[in-house]
């Protein structure tokens, strides 16, 4: 039966019972009391369904509806329909819920749901594990006071989560572990937990193989290039083999560069240590680094910037080696006819070495990869300037040590430029109390050569840019 049916069926049943009621009243001289009795019946009985009705809505509502006349017939149904749904998305979610748990709770990594104040609100089993995660009892707790290895508190105030980070686990130092944020929701955030210990460890073993396959090479070497050097210098050697002895010995040098250059990639990378906090003339290296340039038989100008005196905290022999590389790749990927720029400024974002020229460029596809290990853009060409391919990867494990990061732009035909960036906490004005990113007067400056600023020939509308960021 319809809503409108019910009600007026209602109505014209109760008009039905006062008019009974209004003539027996009448018969017995009380007209209004026959109205009143019939009245107050009917609300008696209305009364008794709204009971029975709330008695029903109050259970749990397992048993039978109620069996009410119209129009709370109508809506008895309708509330059961309505509980009969919730009950079927219910038992839907629960069912999902539990399949998720499940799954998740098989997943060979661990998960951790964080809220924006990074509390726990959810871990599964492998977390639980991994971490040393307590059931319930850490729920609630900041996971940071949970996970106290310092890699992690940096990481996770740092909130740059493109790439997670490892650390070793706080149970098994033999076991390491790698953690990423994933940010979701409002604010909210999962921890993923992976066992990285056996990448670890053959990545150990890799290092490990190749520091010793260069170390036992080393000495051989030596002696090769020893004697090809001394052959080279023997007046009496026959002529037709006076070619091949230099080719020879120039192969032999470049084996040596490779060698040396490999062995201190595996110093570097063997320690995750931050490099310690020596204090380093940058405007006296970079005038060493000038000379190393002149000294070669054929190079371009060199321009010298040194915009600040701040002193450089690091590893002397690591950044020198770091800022050769760059001035030597400056140097041999430019013609002599260009220029090459070296420039060191700070201001509050830190320190800044740049290394600009003018030379052949890189295609900015090659970028992104530039730091691998003998990653070469032009392997042909590297070969023939004595490049081994590892001197930008020595230059961004230096510059990790550091805390610092390596900016490359270039266009291909028309220049690059390198630029080290250091973090404030790496400079020190012991040697000018003038204080930070105090500009040097222009009488200060060291002289610069010949200021052909390589670095205004690269447009900064068309270079890109790489950021070593692994
Ligand atoms: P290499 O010893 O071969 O120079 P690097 O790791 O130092 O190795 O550099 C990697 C590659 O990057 C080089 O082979 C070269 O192709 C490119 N490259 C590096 N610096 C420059 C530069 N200033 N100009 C042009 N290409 C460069």
Redesign the pocket.
């Known amino acids: 039966m319809t809503k409108s049916a019910s009600w007026w069926q209602l109505g014209g049943r109760l008009l039905f019972a006062l008019l009974i009621g209004a003539g027996v009243g009448e018969l017995f001289g009380s007209f209004w009391a026959g109205i009143a009795i019939v009245l107050a019946t009917a609300l008696v009985l209305q009364l008794r369904h709204l009971m029975r009705l709330m008695r029903w809505l109050q259970g749990e509502r397992q048993d039978e509806p109620p069996d009410l006349p119209d129009p709370w017939e109508l809506l008895v149904s309708r509330v059961a329909r309505l509980y009969r749904r919730k009950q079927f998305h219910k038992q839907r979610l629960l069912r999902l819920l539990r399949e998720l748990r499940r799954s998740t709770a098989a997943m060979p990594d661990g998960v951790v749901v964080l809220n924006p104040q990074t509390e726990i609100l959810w871990f599964n089993r492998t977390a639980s594990r991994l971490l040393g995660l307590r059931g319930k009892g850490d729920v609630g707790l900041r996971i940071d006071n949970l996970v106290r290895q310092p890699e992690f508190g940096q990481y996770l105030r740092g909130a740059q989560y493109a790439l997670p980070v490892t650390v070793r686990s706080a149970a098994d130092v033999e076991q390491h572990l790698s953690l990423q944020i994933v940010p979701y929701g409002a604010g909210q955030r999962l921890l993923l937990v992976r066992d990285v210990t056996r990448e670890a460890r053959l990545e150990a073993m890799r290092r490990d193989f190749v520091a010793n396959a260069s170390h036992e090479l080393r000495s051989p070497l030596t002696v090769i290039a020893g004697y090809l050097e001394t052959l080279a210098q023997d007046p009496g050697v026959d002529p037709l083999i006076a070619g091949p002895l230099q080719e020879m010995q120039r192969q032999a040098q470049r084996m040596s560069r490779i060698v040396q250059?490999l062995l201190e990639l595996s110093r570097l990378e063997s320690s995750d240590r931050e490099a310690p906090s020596r204090p380093i003339d940058v405007v006296a290296l970079m005038a060493q680094l000038r000379q190393d340039v002149l000294a070669r038989s054929l190079h371009p100008s060199i321009a010298v910037d040194a915009d600040s005196r701040a002193l450089l905290l690091g590893e002397e022999l690591q950044i020198h080696s770091a800022f050769a590389?760059?001035v030597?790749?400056?140097a041999?990927?430019?013609p002599p006819d260009g220029s090459v720029h070296i420039r060191w400024w700070t201001d509050q974002d830190g320190g800044h070495f740049a290394?600009s020229?003018t030379?052949?460029?890189?295609p900015r596809e090659?970028l992104p990869r530039?730091?691998e290990r003998f990653?070469?853009?032009?392997?042909g060409?590297?070969r023939s300037?004595?490049?081994?391919?590892?001197?930008?990867?020595?230059?961004k494990h230096v510059l990790q040590r550091h805390g610092a990061w390596l900016a490359i732009e270039?266009v291909e035909g028309r220049?690059?430029r390198?630029i080290c960036h250091f973090p404030p906490e790496r400079l020190s004005w012991a040697a000018d109390p003038g204080g930070p990113a105090r500009p040097l007067e222009p009488q200060e400056r060291l002289p610069a050569t010949e200021l052909t600023s390589a670095a205004a020939a690269l447009p900064a509308a068309v270079s890109a840019e790489a950021q070593t960021t692994d």
């Open positions: 250059d590389n760059l030597d790749n400056a041999k990927y430019t290394v020229d030379g052949i460029g890189i090659h530039l730091t990653y070469r853009v032009d392997a060409r590297s300037t004595g490049g081994s391919g590892l001197g930008l990867a020595i230059v270039s220049g690059s390198f």
